[in-house]
């Protein structure tokens, strides 16, 4: 990078840093992710966003999970460039349910939207990849947050915070983002003949044409509870329990309440790291709270995915 590309870097940074201050609250913390080291080969790696060279040289472990973190997607390159948009919630069609656009947001500030990645199926394993490396991250981090003996930094906290917090939505999106729907999420059918196969009706919408895709961030109801009917329907029919009981319970059944006792636990396997992520979100959330408020703005794209996850898992009777 010449020097006068650095100054308008420099330059460029500085404005977003103001005006986001949210999400770039951990980067101003940490005295910008993408230049700290305390090694020159380090530094020129990360400056240089070579982050599998950075893997390789860096030593401190917050520098590894910096790079881990970059290649990701989350560095202050890809923040500048997310700044000039931010993905709104989707109000049609209004059969489909609500839209939850908070893991729309993630992919806008990772660089992993539709906008960037057009192709549905190079797009999804980017975000399987973006997910893995932020559990890497969080890895180097996590087991530190209540260790005494070698305590993480309130800036390690908070790089740790945003790995739990951006890796658990992109999980929702692997799970339930998927472009299909049903109308009910109790599967039909009895015991032996359960099926999950009645789509929502969006022949003659022209929104859900460019509205329901898979993959890109836009959670809705209906997709949602097509991933649950399969769980649910998976659930009973490998239950060693009085099936035909079961879909009898099912019938009073609404989202918010308790799945049934004999099926409760198969159908909320699947969501099994969204509930650990959520716990270990909250304990991070609780020890920043020890040394600084995470209110208003400062931590939005965090509270953002906290709540999105915790109101998803208690929809689908697996708050736990």
């Known amino acids: 990078m010449s020097t006068q590309e ?16 949210g999400i770039f609250l951990v980067l101003s913390g940490c005295g910008d992710l993408v230049k700290e080291s305390e090694t020159g080969a380090c530094n020129n790696a990360i400056d240089a966003r070579d982050y599998d060279t950075a893997l390789s040289v860096c030593t401190s472990r917050k520098d590894k999970a910096a790079a881990w973190m970059g290649k990701a997607g989350y560095d202050i390159v890809n923040l500048i460039k997310a700044s ?61 947050l209540s260790d005494n003996s070698s305590p993480l930094s309130t800036d390690e906290i908070f790089l740790d915070t945003f790995a739990l917090a951006f890796s658990m939505q992109l999980d ?94 198969a159908a909320c396997e699947p969501l099994g790291d969204l509930i650990k992520y959520l716990k270990r979100l909250k304990d991070n959330i609780d020890k920043i709270g020890e040394n600084l408020s995470l209110s208003g703005d400062n931590t939005k794209a965090i509270t953002n995915s906290q709540s999105s996850t915790d109101n998803l898992t208690k929809a689908l009777g697996c708050d736990k």
């Open 6 to 21: 650095l100054k308008v870097f420099n330059s460029q940074k500085k404005i977003i840093l103001s005006v986001f201050s």
């Open 172 to 265: 929702q999106i692997l799970i339930f983002d998927n472009g299909t729907t049903v109308t009910s999420v109790v599967p039909s059918g009895s015991v032996g003949s359960l099926s999950c196969e009645d789509p929502v009706d969006v022949s003659d919408s022209t929104e859900a044409q460019t509205t329901l895709r898979a993959m890109d961030g836009h959670i809705w109801t209906k997709e949602r509870d097509y991933i649950q009917c399969l769980q649910i329907k998976t659930a009973i029919e490998s239950c060693s329990c009085d099936q035909a009981a079961v879909i009898t319970e099912l019938q009073d059944w609404t989202p918010g309440k308790n799945l049934p006792t004999a099926i409760s636990e």
């Open 84 to 144: 000039s948009s931010t993905p709104s919630e989707y109000t049609k069609p209004s059969s489909l349910g609500k839209d939850d656009p908070s893991g729309a947001t993630i992919l806008n500030i990772l660089q992993l939207s539709t906008d960037v990645i057009s192709d549905d199926s190079k797009r999804a394993t980017a975000i399987t990849n973006s997910k893995n490396y932020l559990d890497n991250a969080s890895a180097l981090l996590h087991p530190y």
